[in-house]
């Protein structure tokens, strides 16, 4: 019903509502859902233009819905610092948006309502040459990490100088133990193992579902013990590590916006390749954490 809300196209498809309860009824997680919800809605919004029945596309509207991803201007405009597609759309971003198209021809394939599946994917030819490999309908592209200088380093540690101790034990966490943005703020004060400087990255909060441990270096650990010195300022109860210290939302859990807000702040170095402002990592920390040691 929520889907149906924010894409009114969904309800007008009993086989894309389908599709998508089945897989919210299988405990996929919500954001997973939301993506693909908004990846086919973008997708039936086409075929409605064309006046195409989905259920009965063939290679050639999919290839017109490739071309129209490939070309169209990101609704985000200036804040796309850096896009590697040459238009509006990441490589990464518009593989997203095949997938849900694919998995649900693929729906439709088990369902017995079509024969084969319009969008394919990159697949292995044995007897083929050039290995064999036959790749999909849009390349994908890969691109080497962005490694900061030596003066954007020390500009960006100049910086975390003058933060808070919260921000600047989260920015070292980060850094040490390469953690996404949901990872960091999911942490828990029994997740850490202080003295073996390990921390626990829980299977609930990693993109992979799978659990880590991971160290993390004794200068980190020092910032760490200043931290919970002063977070036992704010509140003695054992939960969620960092806490909010707005009047507002004093002593609650940090969210993750919150921290994109922290990150994005004018005083921040500005990292040269950013994909999009939605992207759910840590900015500046997680290029820097790329760089060899």
Known sequence: MVLAEKWPVLGRHEQAARWLRIWTDLGRAPRTIDA???????????????????????????????????????????????IDSGSGLANATIQQRLVPVRLFYDFLIEEGLRESNPVGR?????????????????????????IPTDQEWLAFLEAARSEPPRNRVMLALAYDAALRREELCSLRTDDLDPGHRTLRARAETTKNRYERVVPYSASTGVLLSSYLRHRATISRARGPLFLSESRRNYAEPLTLWSWSKIVRRPTWPTPRQISTPAQATLLPVIEISRRPT
């Open 36 to 82: 693909y919800a908004r990846g086919l809605a973008e997708y039936l919004d086409r075929c409605e233009r064309e006046d195409v029945d989905p259920v009965e596309a063939t290679r050639e509207h999919i290839a017109g819905h490739v071309r129209e991803l490939t070309t169209q201007p990101s609704r985000r405009g200036t804040n796309v610092v850096s």
């Open 122 to 146: 990159g697949r292995y030819t044995p007897g083929r040459k050039f290995g064999g490999y036959q790749r999909g309908l849009a390349p994908r592209l890969t691109t080497l990490p962005w």
